[in-house]
């Protein structure tokens, strides 16, 4: 029996019809992703899923008792309790009492003689009630939530990042157990490992989820069905998102080869009923009859959104070098985010920044631009450079201005390269329709802004392109374009970002952000970092340095040439050239048996890799979760088995090739 359904729904805002007749069918332990266009009406349909807002016509049936939990696309930034209580409070009556248990808690351990007697008694009042509730499995159910999204209870919500306030009602939707949980742009916000855990806590949830991403890797390892939202109707598309993206251009081209058709044939009799005084007298009036039939379709039919038209003006070369950071440091206070960088940007390189959030990303390219001063160190830019920075926060939107005058700035015009356009036919191509450019940038959607922020920047040469997490809310589509765009960029290329597809397809290598200030340079993109980052720094300490400290005089190394692309890291393949190792290892040399199984490492590896393959192929794959609870159990238990091995024999790879 299906949990959630939605017969011949429909809902508009305004004169925008969102849903027109809509169907969609939820089945238990299905994972659908809702993909769609910006202001599609995706949010909206999770809503509707959720019980919070009812169509304006059709039907929502739920099965009794279903449990839904729904996580908004925007996070609350004004809660006044902990995080503890406000994840507790997923629960109602029992997490009420469980935070309240949890506040008493601390307070005793700081209170005085006084306040011992009143606290105790209050704790053994909230005990006996918790006891009665069966509770006390639930409380380890949210400390384990809060603990595998690192959340620390106690402090206020209020008081937190955009990124933590998410995380936060993400484990509020979570720790409730739900039989359907909706997830609105769930990696918003969130850094790549925040990310990585989500989707281990995701594949390992035993109820049905429908989620809504701009996040193309966790769409692929996540997904079991894609439903798509366009022009007001659902269509599903069973299996994994690869899958989709073939059958939906299959369904674009039939769509256009059908208006083709009816246009062409709608046209010929347009030319008969215009005929001359003879042909009027002697037409036939059950053709009249039919071309108004035809008339009144074509009135209806509703036009996709179109793409957007992605152009870029790279003017003039730069020099050679890009910047040069010679032993870099930057900080606040005692507490340094950059420490002893030393790096050189040289034209055409493109270089991802990756690391957790408040680790130093933006910091870091402000440094690079030479907006931030080093501490000790000295950046040096090169000549010519046109930069281009989107940044994260929008700051270059004036949210009081229209969006043609954000883009124009008061005049009718903008020059792309040596051609002049009006503004309006430009603010077209990036899907903005003349009713909308005079509307204040204030009114406008994330994806929008995101949009509208592009269109500004491209008006102007730029052979430096620098990029501070771009594609949040925008749509796999635009995406897709960006990425083709930046393909063919001839120009220099510094990305900030959380989604790893993106990173993938733009950069050529990753800065990435490895603790205590220190960021290490890998040759390739997301999955090649993946594969090359060092095992954690417990694990490897005796090994690097007996006495836990790194070397001063450690100072990295160019792993690149230029910005040609370099060939990923794989088992037997160029291992020493992958990466800028800040980290001094043993010299002592390989005995026999060391050589080896060095020689071995590559076979042993590649078979692990394998091994780990078929598991995820297996986790993903639609009917996994249809399996007994053990066997899930054990396939879960068996894949981090096979990860942990995977990190182990890349170490001991490291380990052994260096001393080689």
Known sequence: ???????DASIAFGHVSLLDHANFVLDPRERVCLVGRNGAGKSTLLRILAGEIAPDDGAVRRRDGVRVALLAQDAPDDLPATIYETVAA???????????YHTASIALAHAGERERDGLTRTLAELQQRIDTLGGWNVSQRVATVLDRLALPPDVLVSECSGGTRRRVMLARALVAEPEVLLLDEPTNHLDIDTIGALEDMLVAFAGSCVFVTHDRALTRRLATRIVELDRGRLASYPGDYDTYVRRKEQALDAEARAHAQFDKFL???????RKGIEARRTRNEGRVRRLEALRAERSQRVEGQGAVKLDLDTGRRSGAIVADLQHVTFGYGNDPIVRD????????????????????????????LEQLVPQSGRVTLGTGLAVAYFDQQRAQLDADKSVRDNVAESTDFVVIGDKKRHVIGYLGDFLFPPARANSKVASLSGGERNRLLLAKLFTRPANLLVFDEPTNDLDAETLDLLEELLADFPGTILLVSHDRDFIDHVVTSVLAFEGDGQFREYVGGYRDWIRQRPAPRTARTATQNPKGSESPDAAPHSARSGGAQVEPARPGVGRAEHGRNTTP???????????????????????????????QALIASRDFYKRDKSAIAATLEELDAVNAQVATAYARWDELDARA
């Open 1 to 7: 029996m299906s949990l959630i359904s939605v017969d």
């Open 90 to 100: 997923g629960l109602p009556e029992l997490g009420a009492a469980l935070a309240r």
């Open 341 to 368: 960088l030393s790096i050189t940007v040289r034209r055409g390189d493109r270089i991802g920044i990756i690391g957790p959030n408040g680790s130093g990303k933006t910091t870091l390219l402000k440094l690079m």
């Open 267 to 273: 046209a010929e009799e347009e030319v008969w009923i």
């Open 585 to 615: 290892r043993s010299k002592k040399k390989l005995s026999y048996n060391e050589q080896r199984e060095l020689e071995s490492m590559p076979d042993t590896i590649g078979v692990l890799e394998a091994q780990q393959s078929e598991l």
